[in-house]
């Protein structure tokens, strides 16, 4: 999704969940500004549900919890939210909010080329605040390409760049799986979907 910024006065975090409640789109919220979030490509949609078929089908029974799109993420230690496209929480303190979680070991977010920058960047350094997070992962909507940020036990980063014919592994909930489970039937033309 795409995140534009909205033109609506600065809000408290209180003043920001009432307005929002009021919208026909999700805005995400940061440093006291409203961010509008656009559609995304018909691939994107595509994806993403794979993603949150996939995950919940392999939590099922577990304490685990799978989010789409409409769950906010509370950037730990402030009052920003955003929108990934999935998020997956195993934190106990995640089931006594309504309206956000603030602990996922995973999130997922589906890239198009106006929102990379952003995702590989500053979404991401606010979202490795979170202590519990271990994996992050970048699935292009263009290509067969998902890169895993993974948060290592010494607390390191790394990246691993998932291919064609490539067994992608989530550490964070036990999960292996062929990558082209997300992109099975779909046209992938990164010229065309570049132009969109």
Not at 19 to 31: A, G
Not at 56 to 63: I, K, Q, R, V
Not at 69 to 92: A, Q
Not at 127 to 141: A, C, F, M, T
Request: charged content about 25%; proline content about 4%.
């Amino acid at each position: 999704m795409i995140a534009v910024k909205d033109n609506s006065p600065q809000l408290t975090p209180e003043e920001y969940f009432i307005w929002e409640e009021k919208q026909l789109e999700k805005h995400e919220y940061i440093n006291g500004q409203v961010y509008a979030m656009s559609g995304g490509s018909k691939n994107h949609s595509l994806i993403s549900v794979r993603f949150i078929t996939l995950l919940s089908n392999h939590l099922e029974g577990s304490s685990c919890e799978t989010g789409n799109s409409d769950l906010r993420v509370n950037i730990v230690e402030t009052n920003d939210y955003t929108y990934p496209d999935v998020s997956v929480t195993c934190d106990d303190r995640d089931r006594t909010t309504t309206q956000y979680i603030t602990y996922p070991c995973l999130i997922v977010e589906v890239l198009s080329p106006s929102t990379e920058a952003y995702d590989r960047g500053g979404k991401f350094r606010m979202y490795r605040r979170n202590p519990i997070l271990q994996d992050y992962l970048l699935v292009s909507s263009t290509s067969i390409e998902i890169d895993l940020y993974h948060k290592k036990d010494t607390g390191e980063w790394i990246i691993i760049n998932y291919k064609e014919g490539d067994t992608v592994e989530l550490k964070s909930i036990n999960l292996s799986f062929a990558i082209e489970q997300v992109y099975r039937g779909l046209t992938l033309t990164p010229e065309l979907m570049d132009k969109i």
